[in-house]
């Protein structure tokens, strides 16, 4: 962004208020349809269960996966910076089209092609989601930077909507076997590449500028703009909101609910919507830290109300809860961590606080199969125990956070 509050898009000076428009309803769309190819594989429990694993399997899968995400958010990064997000986002894409289409081949749980698979799935998460909100963010005047992250994560809760209730109909009553898991990931291959095709439209024109010099290490730039300890919020986020997408599946089968997850994932993203666009002005005019406050006080209410469900309509508690924290702490910790680092260095800032959620993911994922494992050792109520322990550790994150943290990073001029 130059001084004059302008930024180079497509080649044109636009005006910093520009930053919705034909790109940002494209990339809106490209999101859409690449979280409807995630939320088809919501039901990975599967997967795995299909392959001989358990939940304690299932955990370390998907926190090994994470690693990719982690690596590829520093490297993506300094890539967008320098090479511009279209080329991030679009090899992104195609990369998680051929992840896919790779699970197909999998007959085994105990080897190492399953985790190898699942980094490069996440590798390719991390890049597409990564370079999409940091080209979107760039687009948008730092003030109204949460409202337009905000308001394009609100295509997430369409494609988690449209997904669950695809993949629903596509798994049925869990007796296809392994021929309908395989139809679950063409499907998702599908829709990724249909967001390929909006992610192309979505940045048809962009010229990014190219640095006159190199830029400063890595380390440097977070060094220098480190946002402090609302990354702790961003880990304690990844943690929390991962939970559901991961071992929801095993929970309502333990329940003997098989309708639970998509009747869950039916009520969770329309309430995030809804909540996402009655707040989207709001940490504008209170600040951050109250969003921060109240989406944690719903994650942890929310992973607790798992605790008392008997039946499928009981799960509409944990869905309000969940979904109105989920609405309210991601553009918040999002914003909070990026509008510290200047516009040349966004997207340096954007991915290094999405890194940090993928380290949530990386802690949580693991942590809960093994919770689940011990308590079933030891004879103890797992889920109880599961849900209790990391409620626990995501208010341990929020009294770290609100008690030390003096007040809101200042943002820095572009």
Avoid at 119 to 144: D, E
Avoid at 202 to 212: D, F, K
Avoid at 269 to 295: E, S
């Amino acid at each position: 962004m130059s001084e004059s509050g302008e930024f180079a898009v497509a080649g044109l000076r636009e005006p910093a208020e520009a930053g919705f428009g034909r790109p940002f309803w494209c990339s809106y769309c490209a999101n859409a349809l690449m979280m409807t190819a995630v939320s088809l594989l919501f039901v990975y429990a599967d997967f795995v269960r299909s392959l001989g694993g358990d939940e304690e399997q299932l955990g370390r899968i998907v926190g090994v996966g994470m690693i990719g995400g982690i690596v590829m958010r520093f490297a993506q990064g300094v890539g967008i910076d320098r090479f511009g997000p279209r080329s991030i986002w679009l090899t992104s894409t195609a990369i998680y089209v051929g992840s896919c289409l790779m699970h197909l081949t999998i007959t085994r749980v105990d080897t190492p092609a399953v985790y190898l698979l699942r980094i490069v799935y996440q590798s390719s998460l991390a890049g597409f989601f990564g370079a999409s909100i940091a080209y979107v963010a760039g687009r948008a005047p730092v003030a109204r930077m949460a409202e337009v992250i905000g308001t394009l994560g609100t295509s997430g809760f369409v494609g988690m909507m449209l997904g669950t209730t695809l993949g629903r109909y596509i798994i049925g009553d869990g007796t296809g076997g392994r021929a309908r898991i395989d139809a679950l990931f063409l499907s998702s291959a599908t829709c990724a590449s249909l967001a390929f095709a909006f992610s192309v439209a979505a940045t048809r024109g962009h010229v990014h500028p190219r640095l006159s010099r190199r830029g400063p290490p890595l380390w440097w730039l977070i060094r220098r703009y480190n946002p402090g300890l609302v990354l702790i919020m961003s880990v304690a986020t990844g943690m929390g909101l991962n939970l559901p997408t991961v071992f929801l599946r095993p929970y309502m089968a333990d329940l003997m609910l098989a309708g639970g997850v998509m009747f869950f994932f039916n009520l969770y993203p329309p309430i995030a919507f809804a909540t996402r666009l009655t707040m989207r002005r709001v940490p504008d005019l209170w600040g951050i830290k109250p969003m921060i406050a109240l989406g944690l006080v719903g994650l942890v209410i929310g992973i607790l109300l798992f605790l008392p469900v008997r039946t499928t309509t009981d799960l509409i508690w944990p869905a309000i809860f969940l979904g109105v924290a989920h609405a309210s702490l991601f553009p918040a910790v999002v914003a909070g961590g990026t509008g510290t680092f200047p516009g040349r260095w966004r997207g340096t800032g954007t991915t290094y606080v999405l890194a940090m959620f993928d380290i949530g993911t990386f802690i949580g994922s693991p942590l809960t199969g093994e919770l689940i494992a011990y308590a079933e050792r030891h004879d103890l109520p797992k889920w109880p125990l599961t849900f209790s322990t990391i409620a626990g550790l995501l208010t341990l994150c929020g009294l770290i956070y609100f008690g030390f943290s003096r007040k809101t990073p200042k943002r820095r001029g572009s």
